[in-house]
């Protein structure tokens, strides 16, 4: 299973930002990168996804919002989340496999992210 640790969640004001760092193996950190969610009461859903050349997929309800990103040096992936809304409390998990559709078993600890005035 892969070790994968998120980090960077708290409490984010409506409209305010905040930013999830994920530190990965260096020997997976070469695939892709991708983060996902899940709500209160709700399934976990695909967020946002990171190539190893830097393309970059979100889901329609952070398109515009949220910005996935990575640093190759420090085998870290980041998801910088602005305009936060209510909707976006969540427990944010990392994630890394070999594609899009292809990501390695098994699920971190995650990181809770509420917003909240």
């Known amino acids: 299973q892969v070790q994968l640790v998120e980090s960077g969640g708290g409490l984010g004001q409506p409209g305010g930002s905040l930013r999830l760092s994920c530190a990965a193996p260096r020997s997976i950190f070469s695939n892709v990168m991708g983060w996902y969610r899940q709500a209160p009461g709700k399934q976990r859903e695909w967020v946002a996804t990171?190539?190893?050349?830097?393309?970059?997929n979100y889901a329609d309800s952070v398109k515009g919002r949220f910005t996935i990103s990575r640093d190759n040096a420090k085998n870290t992936v980041y998801l910088q989340m602005s305009s936060l809304n209510p909707e976006d409390t969540a427990v944010y998990y990392c994630?890394?496999?070999?594609?899009?559709?292809?990501?390695?078993?098994?699920w971190g600890q995650g990181t809770q992210v509420t917003v909240s005035s």
């Open positions: 994630k890394a496999g070999l594609s899009g559709s292809l990501w390695f078993p098994g």
């Open positions: 990171i190539t190893n050349n830097g393309w970059t």
